[in-house]
């Protein structure tokens, strides 16, 4: 990464770093954040804020005394505290001469590939005229089931929307260290991670606080996701002085993550197959088939599907497993699944031929390994 360079930043900053020691948004806090913010935009580079603090903003106006625990009443507290959470940012950068916008998402828009598209093409808009978008889940609409439940996923993904140079999570602790610092006095901090081991997943805990719900395993998983996407990523502690500047010129004590090149090359329909779409059905392919799809491009024809799982479209985007059940990779199917039933093992027949392909081919493999995220 060239640090002269200006970037296109993603910035994610989590509640506990939004939070007086009561749970409710400082003021003071959020005005360092945009000081800091502003240095950024002033030196010419991009910068995307997803933060989190709706329900901080909003749970005492609802009339609860601390976060509420609740789902329905965090969502309440979040439709009360969004509003106002926009209107302090609002407020702070146009004092600076910046204006914010705000975009509300929820898993479901990345898992849909035109709203994906869309979302993409309103947030590019908003950045090459030099607009701050500050994104957030949308927590009244988003149910148990479909929730990111943490901002730092989201922040990945969105990270991975707008193709962005560098992914900075702020939180309340200085990086990650091997082992979590709560339980052990002498875990030492990793300044660069190249690849996230099994070690380092074993030595992520939950949330050090009551109002950040992620912990260092969520971000984990968000780092996961930017360093497959070709993003080069950074954990450090909210509230330093020059953080964020110091961040992008790659200087701040935190931890760095590397990207993968694997991925760097996806176009983003590929991105958005292998980390958004989220596969609807499970396609088993017999040996002979496994073999062509890694020899022949990855077709695959009807007579090498061994099984069908799961109810889908054509179109859809499903795992291709091999009778060991281990995941070969993704692919597009080209029949819904109810006709891929009757043809499975079978010689395609003229009239049974996909319109759109002409070989009658199953699908192609999209993805040629486990995304496993
Ligand atoms: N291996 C680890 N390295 C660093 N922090 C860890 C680790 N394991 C658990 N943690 C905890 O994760 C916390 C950060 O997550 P969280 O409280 O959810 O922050 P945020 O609100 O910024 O998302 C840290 O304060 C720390 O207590
Ligand atoms: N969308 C919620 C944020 C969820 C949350 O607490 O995330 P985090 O602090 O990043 O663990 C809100 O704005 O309150």
């Not at 935190?254 to 090149?261: I, K, Q, R, V």
């Not at 596969?279 to 061994?306: A, N, R």
């Amino acid at each position: 990464m060239n640090p002269d360079k200006n970037k296109r930043v993603v910035i994610k900053i989590g509640s506990s770093s939004l939070t007086s020691a009561h749970g409710e948004i400082s003021r003071r806090k959020l005005e360092r954040l945009v000081d800091e913010v502003v240095q950024l935009k002033d030196e010419g580079h991009e910068v995307l804020l997803v933060s989190s603090g709706a329900v901080a903003a909003g749970y005492r106006k609802l009339g609860c005394l601390e976060r509420p625990s609740s789902l329905p009443e965090k969502q309440a507290a979040a439709s009360i505290g969004q509003g106002l959470l926009m209107e302090a940012y609002s407020e702070l950068f146009l004092s600076h001469g910046y204006v914010a916008s705000q975009i509300l998402i929820t898993r479901d828009d990345f898992s849909d590939h035109s709203r994906y598209n869309n979302a993409r093409n309103t947030i590019n808009v908003l950045l090459e005229r030099g607009i701050i978008p500050i994104v957030n889940e949308n927590d009244t609409v988003t149910i148990n089931r479909l929730k990111f439940g943490d901002n730092d996923t989201l922040s990945a993904k969105v990270a991975g929307l707008v193709d962005a140079d560098q992914l900075i999570i702020l939180s309340d602790i200085d990086g990650l260290y091997d082992a979590d610092p709560r339980e052990n006095p002498n875990a030492e901090l990793l300044s660069h991670v190249s690849e996230i081991t099994e070690q380092i997943e074993a030595a992520a805990g939950d949330s050090g606080s009551s109002v950040g719900t992620g912990g260092m395993r969520s971000k984990l998983d968000a780092f996961k996701i930017a360093m497959a996407s070709g993003i080069p990523s950074f954990l450090g502690k909210a509230g330093v002085s020059n953080i964020i500047m110091d961040a992008v010129k790659q200087t701040a004590k935190g931890t760095y993550f590397e990207s993968t090149d694997e991925m760097e090359n996806l176009d983003s329909r590929k991105q958005w197959i292998a980390f958004n779409s989220g596969p609807k059905g499970e396609v088993t392919v017999d040996e002979q088939g496994k073999k062509l799809m890694m020899e022949k491009e990855g077709s695959l024809l009807p007579l090498h599907v061994h099984q069908v799982k799961g109810r889908f479209e054509k179109g859809t985007v499903v795992r291709i497993m091999d009778l060991d059940n281990e995941e070969i990779g993704l692919g597009v199917v080209n029949y819904p699944s109810d006709q891929l039933v009757q043809l499975q093992g079978k010689k395609v027949s003229e009239d049974s031929k996909p319109a759109v392909d002409s070989d009658g081919l199953v699908c192609h493999i999209e993805i040629p390994m486990p995304v496993g995220l």
